[in-house]
């Protein structure tokens, strides 16, 4: 099949439309005549992950990432980005992004995580209106777990299926809240989602499970609900929930993730389903490759309990 054949349907699968206003996803790079037999998938552009799909002999590279995030005036070997253009150029291979675009569609980034945490009876969090779908789409999910768990067994819940289904990391993750809070709802934005925290207090969400949460913003969002509980505590309603509980509810709980490996558990969706929508559109077969080299910038947690890597303790 033809590259164009193929972006047909990855736009077809991850409209253009559902991008946001600021962001730029589609194809960056590649000849719309040229054929492609071989897909590779990775969270980054990185100049690792490209090395790493040329030497496998991919026609093409499928990254949630973006390349270029804003506007450039030239890609030519004076910078680190008109290299990798020019180097997937010379090896024939074309890049295409599905960045907040992925996010938002059927099957995407929100729904892939939510699936994964285990939420039930999900929906979009921010839902957009798009006639031409029968599936509810838009950025992230808000749902609920099919029975209450504490914060605690939640986050550890988080943390294995993040690291087993997206990537492997370092960083672990972190939690804002009391471990033994009882929880049931759940509110989940892969990426970074510290611009959506009035949107989850909307929802009334037990526990907000994101990434690159910011001190200051984290910080005021979490005081804001103690502040909401103490005054549910004493009869006074703010926001969301009951007057007059007796154990007043902080919420929402924040689960703070690392960036890609979330955004990775994506591709375990959409290396099923691109080939089977390819077959179908083109009567084709592709071979598929998920790159899952670690591309979070750090490398290396230093603690108290020792050093890690993204791939394992060094020391205790």
């Known amino acids: 099949m033809r590259?164009?054949?193929?972006?047909?349907?990855?736009?077809?699968?991850?409209?253009?439309?559902y991008a946001e206003?600021?962001?730029?996803?589609?194809?960056?790079?590649?000849?719309?005549?040229?054929?492609?037999?071989?897909?590779?998938?990775?969270?980054?552009?990185?100049?690792?992950?490209i090395d790493q799909a040329i030497a496998w002999g991919a026609d093409l590279l499928i990254t949630h990432h973006p390349l270029f995030f804003r506007s450039v005036h030239q890609v030519s070997g004076l910078g680190?980005?008109?290299?990798?253009?020019?180097?997937?150029?010379?090896?024939?291979?074309?890049?295409?992004?599905?960045?907040?675009?992925?996010d938002a569609a059927w099957r995407g980034v929100g729904q892939a995580a939510a699936d994964y945490f285990g939420l039930i009876d999900q929906k979009p969090l921010v839902p957009i209106n798009d006639p031409d779908t029968e599936h509810p789409v838009g950025l992230g999910r808000?749902?609920?777990?099919?029975?209450?768990?504490?914060?605690?067994?939640?986050?550890?819940?988080?943390?294995?299926?993040?690291?087993?289904?997206?990537?492997?990391?370092?960083?672990?993750?972190?939690?804002?809240?009391d471990p033994n809070t009882l929880i049931s709802t759940v509110a989940i934005l892969p990426g970074s989602g510290d611009s959506l925290f009035d949107e989850v207090r909307a929802t009334g969400?037990?526990?907000?499970?994101t990434s690159d949460l910011r001190h200051h913003p984290v910080t005021d969002a979490i005081e804001?609900?103690?502040?909401?509980?103490?005054?549910r505590a004493e009869g006074i309603m703010l926001g969301h929930g009951e007057p007059g509980?007796?154990?007043?509810?902080?919420?929402?709980?924040?689960?703070?993730?690392?960036?890609?490996?979330?955004?990775s558990m994506w591709f375990n969706y959409a290396i099923e389903d691109i080939p089977s929508a390819l077959a179908e559109a083109t009567g084709e077969q592709v071979e598929t490759n998920w790159i899952r080299t670690t591309t979070d910038p750090w490398t290396w947690l230093i603690n108290e309990a020792g050093t890690a890597s993204a791939t394992g303790r060094v020391d205790a």
């Open 205 to 209: 969400a037990d526990v907000y499970v």
């Open 142 to 177: 808000i749902g609920r777990l099919s029975k209450p768990t504490t914060l605690g067994t939640f986050a550890q819940h988080v943390y294995t299926q993040v690291t087993t289904h997206g990537m492997a990391t370092a960083l672990g993750i972190q939690m804002c809240g």
């Open 80 to 102: 680190f980005r008109g290299n990798l253009v020019t180097k997937l150029n010379r090896a024939g291979c074309a890049l295409w992004v599905g960045h907040t675009n992925a």
């Open 245 to 263: 509980q007796s154990e007043p509810h902080v919420r929402p709980c924040f689960i703070n993730t690392p960036h890609a490996a979330i955004e």
């Open 21 to 49: 206003q600021w962001d730029e996803p589609g194809l960056i790079v590649g000849d719309l005549t040229q054929p492609v037999t071989r897909i590779a998938f990775a969270a980054d552009p990185s100049s690792a992950i």
């Open 3 to 17: 590259l164009k054949q193929v972006v047909d349907v990855l736009e077809t699968l991850y409209p253009l439309r």
């Open 224 to 231: 804001q609900a103690r502040y909401e509980a103490a005054m």
